[in-house]
């Protein structure tokens, strides 16, 4: 098997134990026996052991994500509601909201925060990407900033909506969405002013020199920092 492979089912075998014993050691070691993988090819796959597992479901998500917004008739969609139903298709996805609460409180750890960061990112930017984002300049920043807060924002609230169907939620993520649109308007608005375009000139090609490798390559946060190792 591959490595890949390996981590896949680890991962299948860690979720059950997760639920009560959260991203831990325990979870990593249980996962191993009842996988029958060769522990030294599982750290081999996992050398963070539980991390790596937390990070592979999380990513697992995002791939989730993308496959079924590349199946959906997006088209159809105004321009909101396309990322409306990435995230809440993101969402929907996960099979128990407690696999993402002790995820929450493994990345709450300030030595694995910096990663939980970068995950967060590469959603926001794995949604962009499957709606075609092609900027190359601030804006790559700010789309995947600002998503990345309503992204977060709604996770938290998802965790503690018992709504029917989560109906609750989507109305949230429904107003966090048209701040998102009114702040994208706002920055239309600055554009056309020569005057602030003037001195955002500086700033801007700035970060155009920073800017993360291409769609494919971004494995970590903005410009050169690719999280802790």
């Not at 993101?90 to 993402?100: A, T």
């Not at 590469?122 to 309503?150: C, E, F, P």
């Amino acid at each position: 098997m591959t490595p890949a492979e390996i981590k896949a089912k680890l991962l299948e075998a860690a979720k059950p134990h997760v639920v009560f014993d959260g991203w831990s050691e325990a979870t990593y070691q249980a996962a191993t026996a009842e996988s029958g993988i060769d522990p030294a090819m599982a750290r081999q796959a996992c050398p963070r052991g539980p991390v790596d597992l937390a990070l592979a479901y999380h990513a697992a998500g995002d791939a989730g994500m993308q496959a079924r917004m590349k199946a959906a008739d997006l088209e159809t969609m105004r321009y909101r509601d396309r990322v409306i139903f990435a995230v809440r298709t993101r969402l929907e996805l996960i099979e128990d909201k407690e696999l993402v609460r002790r995820g929450m409180t493994l990345f709450a750890l300030p030595q694995y925060a910096g990663l939980g960061a970068q995950a967060m990112w590469q959603t926001s930017d794995a949604v962009w990407r499957a709606l075609g984002d092609t900027s190359g300049d601030v804006n790559w920043y700010t789309k995947r900033m600002t998503l990345s807060g309503v992204y977060g924002s709604t996770v938290l609230y998802w965790l503690g909506d018992n709504s029917d169907g989560n109906a609750d939620t989507w109305a949230f993520l429904d107003r966090r969405i048209e701040d998102v649109m009114q702040f994208e308007k706002f920055k239309a608005r600055l554009r056309e002013n020569k005057l602030i375009s003037g001195l955002m000139a500086g700033p801007l090609s700035f970060l155009g020199q920073i800017k993360a490798p291409e769609a494919g390559q971004q494995t970590g946060m903005p410009g050169r920092w690719n999280g802790p190792k």
